[in-house]
């Protein structure tokens, strides 16, 4: 069956516009999650649906960043006014319940903000 | 304030021999550690985890062992082979508290044939 899939798999962009990053979780999972990894710089996570409930944006580093997961599938990470710090790959992962063994990942966005 | 450490950014390892990658943590609430292997391109995807109650777990040639004294763990494959030259992190939660995974910086592993 189909994996978690990323759009684009590559983003360039100038200082201060903003983007948008896709994931297509695994159909049926119904815990999303955003990481991002910076060059040199571990996993670090951003945010996290399940289900219906109110996500966990503990990790989102600014107010530029916000997420959305519309009909507990597709979801989107917005990144306003980027700034290049926000030079990234930014990974999604999907489990079928907060199950942190069974986590995949999609392949991520590679972000580039000039 | 890293909480989980991988102090050795890259690792080189002759085909057939022991790779042992290590992992330090200072949250002495994580209770769930996890390993996860990524290769250029693609995402993460798990190899192999522990829990608190456990000081080791084996499946087939990779098996993690746990020092909670120390707050220490680490990956051995044995043997390496080739296929398994890709970057490894080490992550870690509080399971229990359905806190969110945090991760290491990843250690790239070279197995040369």
């Known amino acids: 069956g189909a994996g978690v899939s990323q759009s684009p ?23 999303l999650y955003w990481y991002r ?3 040199g710089q571990g996993l670090e996570f951003l945010i996290y649906f399940q289900g219906n ?12 960043f916000s997420a959305e997961r519309t009909g507990g599938s597709v979801s989107t990470l917005t990144i306003q006014r980027t700034q290049q710090e926000d030079s990234a790959v930014y990974l999604c992962a999907s489990s079928l319940t907060w199950d942190q063994e069974t986590q995949y990942f999609g392949p991520g966005t590679r972000l580039l903000v000039l | ?27 002495s609430m994580f209770d769930y550690f996890l390993w996860y292997k990524k290769y250029p391109a693609e995402g993460p995807t798990f190899l192999i985890s522990i829990s608190s109650i456990k000081d080791k777990n ?3 040639r ?9 707050k220490h763990l680490s990956l051995h494959i044995v043997p390496s082979q080739p296929g398994d030259s890709a970057v490894y992190f080490c992550a870690a939660s509080n399971y229990s508290g359905n806190t969110p995974l945090v991760f290491g910086k990843g250690t790239r592993l070279s197995v040369i044939a």
């Not at chain 1, 798999?9 to 815990?31: F, Q, W």
């Not at chain 2, 890293?2 to 085909?15: D, G, H, I, R, Y």
């Not at chain 2, 990779?62 to 120390?70: E, G, I, R, W």
């Open chain 2, 1 to 27: 304030d890293q909480q989980v450490k991988q102090n050795s950014p890259s690792l080189s390892v002759q085909e057939g021999r022991i790779s042992i990658l290590n992992c330090d943590y200072t949250n």
């Open chain 1, 37 to 39: 990894q910076s060059l």
């Open chain 2, 62 to 70: 990779f098996t993690v062992f746990l020092n909670k004294s120390a």
């Open chain 1, 9 to 31: 798999s590559n983003k360039v962009t100038e200082k201060g516009k903003d983007v948008e990053l896709r994931c297509d979780p695994i159909s049926g999972h119904t815990a």
């Open chain 1, 53 to 64: 409930s109110a996500p966990d944006k503990s990790g989102l580093p600014s107010d530029r």
């Open chain 2, 58 to 60: 084996e499946d087939g």
